[in-house]
């Protein structure tokens, strides 16, 4: 099912990026390893880190599985996607996993604050952080809190404020909420992503 969705997008001229969900510090190369195996087997563009809460107070752990995966992968487009806010999360292994990282995508989910004033303070904090890279936001699209589903306007601010930071890009999770759930509530976030004026 994999190769021919990665098939038509590149058909579309879209790069195709592989992304793991890292289950914290057991067996950290057994999982840098099963991520090598899929970044070959569809002969990925890039490749994101999903590492979050199972991490913290573990930065041999990390530095372990970083290691192993850029062994293998030394010049390879890697990205780590984690926590909005260092600041919230200061046993995080940042130094660790940034040192093999290409690119930072901070999760800024707003949750019921401002979109906005969250993807400022993120910018900010990962900005002083040791080991910054450039920062590429991932955004919300899912419903973040019961019933209360992220709406186009906070979609709009969001990347409007990105594109002003002078951002190269930014992406949001997830697409499944993005392309349909949202649609009980008279709106479709996934176009409202397509229509924004961003050119390349």
Not at 6 to 21: D, E, F, H, K, N
Not at 37 to 66: I, K, Q
């Amino acid at each position: 099912m994999v190769g021919p969705i990665v098939a038509a997008l590149r058909s579309a001229g879209i790069q195709v990026w592989g992304w793991q969900y890292v289950y914290g510090y057991v067996d950290a190369e057994g999982q840098a390893l099963a991520a090598i195996r899929r970044v070959r087997e569809f002969d990925l563009d890039g490749f994101v880190v999903n590492a979050e809460g199972e991490w913290e107070g573990y930065p041999s752990e990390a530095a372990s599985y970083m290691k192993a995966l850029r062994s293998e992968l030394p010049q390879f487009p890697v990205a780590l996607s984690s926590f909005r806010f260092p600041s919230y999360h200061q046993s995080f292994p940042w130094e660790e996993f940034l040192a093999g990282c290409d690119l930072n995508m901070p999760q800024v989910y707003w949750q019921n604050h401002s979109p906005v004033a969250d993807l400022e303070q993120s910018l900010q904090e990962h900005a002083a952080h040791q080991n910054a890279r450039p920062v590429f936001p991932t955004g919300a699209t899912y419903f973040m809190e019961a019933n209360v589903p992220a709406t186009p306007e906070q979609v709009q601010a969001f990347l409007t404020a990105a594109k002003a930071e002078g951002l190269s890009g930014a992406n949001f999770w997830s697409w499944q909420h993005a392309n349909g759930l949202q649609s009980d509530f008279g709106f479709n976030i996934w176009q409202t992503i397509a229509d924004f004026d961003w050119p390349i």
